[in-house]
T-cell receptor
């Protein structure tokens, strides 16, 4: 069965510092990979996704993520944090082939940005 | 404006009183899903639908029912709610293949007393 692990339920960075949010998946075949962001009292919004091709993907708001098959990872980064990045971030995977409806989420990482 | 809408946004009910949370999307998406979000557990999929009259269970389907009679609507039904169904519920939809991202509704916060 597929699973997603996000290391660190809370991450705190200073404004202007590097943001690194970790995501590892377990799957015999690399799945489709997604990062979503949830701002307080809102629904989730897609940040970026990896389906095929280039392993470094760029998303909205300056975020990017790199798919590393050998490490089964899809870590999210942003070079310089902004106060508006404070939110909860979810990594998610969907299996390739078979039933394509099931999306598995990690438990989320809450990002705090200090002035 | 492309959107997923849910109603109601907030609901307080009592154990055993049947309720329905509606979900509607205006993007002609084939796929629709329901999730529940609980602190420390992230989002877990309840049910999903690949098209009209085609639904399947997600990871936590017990105590829930769904139907997909029209492409735009995907209501979530709790026949006999219990306190352990107190949660934040999200509906989502997407178009096309499995590599597509989803559009999420604003959420429905349910409290079952």
């Amino acid at each position: 069965a597929q699973s997603v692990t996000q290391l660190g339920s809370h991450v705190s960075v200073s404004e202007g510092a590097l943001v690194l949010l970790r995501c590892n998946y377990s799957s015999s075949v690399p799945p489709y990979l997604f990062w979503y962001v949830q701002y307080p009292n809102q629904g989730l919004q897609l940040l970026l996704k990896y389906t095929t091709g280039a392993t470094l993907v760029k998303g909205i708001n300056g975020f990017e993520a790199e798919f590393k098959k050998s490490e089964t990872s899809f870590h999210l980064t942003k070079p310089s944090a902004h106060m508006s990045d404070a939110a909860e971030y979810f990594c998610a995977v969907r299996r390739r082939g078979g039933s394509q409806g099931n999306l598995i989420f990690g438990k989320g990482t809450k990002l705090s940005v200090k002035p | 404006e492309a959107q997923v809408t849910q109603n109601p946004r907030y609901l307080i009910t009592v154990t055993g009183k049947k309720l329905t949370v509606t979900c509607s999307q205006n993007m002609n998406h084939e796929y629709m899903s329901w999730y529940r979000q609980d602190p420390g557990l992230g989002l877990r999929q309840i049910y999903y639908s690949m098209n009209v009259e085609v639904t399947d269970k997600g990871d936590v389907p017990e105590g829930y029912k769904v139907s997909r009679k029209e492409k735009r609507n995907f209501p979530l039904i709790l026949e006999s709610p219990s306190p352990n169904q107190t949660s934040l519920y999200f509906c989502a939809s997407r178009h096309g293949g499995a590599g597509m991202g989803q559009y999420f509704g604003p959420g429905t916060r349910l409290l079952v007393l």
